[in-house]
C-alpha cells in the first residue's frame, strides 16, 4: 500500500528524516512511535505532502508521490487525521464533516458519508449543529476522525490521536481504529501512547533521530522493557 525508501527531509538546514525505510501494507496498521523529535510528525508530513523530502522514494499502491502538492495525494486516497484535530471551529459539525466530503477512491469498502459516520460516532449525530468550538475534546478528535474518513481514503494517516485525551476516551479512540482496520483501511498511526498503540497495530516501528531502529510485534515491544526505556523513555 505505502512504501518509503531512504527518505531524506530536512526543517531549513535541520536533517530530520534521515533514511527512513519502511512499509504498509494493505489491511493492516502500522504504529511509528518514538520520542519527541524523533521524526514522526515530520513522516506523516513528507506523506501528505505538507513538506517535500529533498531525496527519496515515497510510493503509494506504487505510485510515485513524494514532492506531489498535498491535495494530489489526498485526491488519491490518503486521509489526514492532523495532531492538534485542526478541525474548523467557525463550522458546525456537519459543515465539518460535509466541506471534507469526497466519492469512493476504491478501497474496497462501501463509501463513507454522514450517515456512516455518524454511526460510527453517535455523539456527532446529536452535536450536528454545534459549531466546532464548542465540542469536548473528545469530541473534536472524532470530529478530525470522521472529516478523514468523508473523504474515503484507501490509507488513514493518524497523528497523535490520544493526545490530551481522558483515559476513557483514549480506550474509544483505540476501538474506533479497530473497526477501522477491520472496515478494510489501512492505516499509519503515529503515537506516544504505547498501550493504545500496541492494542490497534500489526506491526510496531520505533523511530530515533529519523530513522527506524526497531520493528516487530506489539507483543515483542512490550516485552522488551531495556528496548522501551532506551527508545520512549518508558
Known sequence: MLELSEVHTYYGTSHILQGLSFSVPKRSCSVLLGRNGAGKTTTI????????????????????I?????HRIARMGIGLVPQGR????????????????????GNGSSSWDLRRVYEL??????????????????EQQMLAIGRALMTNPRLLLMDEPSEGLAPAIIERV???????????????????HVSLACSVADEVLVMNKGRIVWR???EALLSDR????????V
Do not use: D, M
Open 45 to 64: 508530513h513528507s506523506i501528505a505532502g505538507l513538506v517535500s523530502p529533498r531525496s527519496g522514494s515515497i510510493r503509494f499502491v506504487g505510485q510515485e
Open 66 to 70: 513524494a514532492g506531489e502538492r498535498p
Open 86 to 105: 485542526r478541525i474548523f471551529p467557525s463550522l458546525t459539525v456537519e459543515e465539518n464533516l460535509t466541506v471534507a466530503g469526497r466519492g469512493p477512491s
Open 121 to 138: 460516532f453517535p455523539a456527532l449525530r446529536e452535536r450536528a449543529s454545534n459549531l466546532g468550538n464548542q465540542l469536548s475534546g473528545g
Open 174 to 192: 483505540g476501538e474506533t481504529i479497530r473497526r477501522l482496520k477491520e472496515s478494510g483501511l489501512s492505516i499509519l498511526l503515529v503515537e506516544q
Open 216 to 218: 516487530g510485534s506489539p
Open 226 to 233: 531495556p528496548l522501551q526505556q532506551r527508545y520512549l523513555g
